[in-house]
């Protein structure tokens, strides 16, 4: 049984502490928020211990995991102080994307879990799908060919508007991903930007990549789109084929380059998923198989070192647009 503690019982934590109460393979032993109602009333709710500092929990409570979904500014500013001390004390970590708002935040948390060996996930949960598995597969039995060029686009309705780059570093960790997750690394990109009317946030943004593989890529992200239609479509192509995933989960499909046949996989055939909070659920689940199975650190998928190569490939885009749209290099994690 993986004994865990959750750090940041707002809305996002109460679902991590709803799944860990129920995985048959977890126990939810303690929390920590530091409003201290708040933590009172999730322990109250799931019948476990309460605290406000995680490094006393950690004194007293046997804890094998730490599960931080902390927020903060642009989603990720409070993250850095309770995955270190959870590092510190060899307890395993999964943290909520974005790793950090801060990037020397993020690579020092990196560093402290390789030189710890502790593993180290981020909750990227748009990858952890069937139809995103799927695409894996095609791409790994050369169903695709060479890889030419990856279209993405991720948009939903936020209207917040709390900083500059909040639209940036709060949703795109998981759009990148996913591209990273099909392709691998970019080596530079070139990004574009607008505000809707009225907005303070670099609400729409064009980011142009160039991937290490040397096909080239594409995501356009908004907070300016209505929920009430898909929100993520996936392409991918190579000199074989390409696949489409429609609305991050509902369904893939495979176009060979030389038939006009086509491969259709809907949702309900690929262990049917009910809605996206199931996302949540299939991360969760594979960072406990992975904890179960002595996984090395460097073999975590959705690692902190993905994260952390989203979160470069979010900054270099940014420095890009700041500098009228010049290309950047993204720094190498080698």
Not at 251 to 277: A, C, D, H
Request: overall charge negative.
């Amino acid at each position: 049984m993986i004994r865990i503690a959750v750090v940041g019982v707002n809305n996002i934590g109460k679902i991590h502490c709803r799944y860990y109460h129920q995985h048959p393979d977890t126990e939810l032993v303690a929390v920590c928020d530091i409003m201290e109602d708040r933590a009172r009333e999730a322990a109250l709710a799931y019948g476990v211990k309460a605290y406000t500092d995680l490094r006393r929990l950690l004194a007293i409570e046997e804890i094998d995991m730490v599960c931080v979904a902390t927020g903060g500014e642009e989603k990720g500013s409070h993250h850095y102080e309770p995955v270190m001390a959870a590092i510190e004390a060899g307890k395993d970590v999964l943290v909520e994307k974005p790793i950090s708002n801060s990037i020397e935040e993020a690579r020092t948390m990196v560093k402290a879990a390789a030189d710890k060996g502790v593993r180290f996930g981020c909750n990227l949960n748009h990858r952890f799908t069937p139809a995103a598995a799927m695409g894996k597969e095609w791409i790994g039995r050369h169903m695709l060919g060479t890889p030419l060029f990856l279209n993405m686009r991720l948009t939903i309705d936020n209207k917040a508007d709390f900083t500059e780059w909040f639209h940036m570093r709060a949703l795109h960790p998981h759009s990148i991903d996913v591209m990273r997750y099909f392709f691998g690394d970019v080596k530079r990109v070139q990004s574009f930007m607008t505000k809707a009317p009225g907005r303070a946030t670099w609400s729409t943004a064009s980011v142009n990549m160039e991937f290490t593989n040397g096909a080239v890529g594409h995501l356009t992200g908004s907070y300016d789109m209505s929920m009430l239609h898909p929100i993520e479509w996936c392409e991918a192509a190579g000199t074989e084929g390409r696949f489409v995933i429609e609305n991050v989960y509902e369904s893939i499909t495979y176009y060979p380059r030389q038939s006009s046949e086509k491969l259709v996989m809907q949702n309900s055939i690929m262990r049917g998923m009910q809605g996206f909070n199931d996302t949540f659920g299939n991360r969760i689940n594979r960072f406990i198989e992975q904890l179960k199975e002595q996984a090395s650190p460097e073999d975590i998928e959705g690692s902190g070192a993905e994260a952390l190569a989203a979160q470069e490939i979010i900054e270099a885009a940014i420095r890009s647009h700041q500098s009228g749209g010049a290309v950047v290099e993204v720094p190498s994690l080698g």
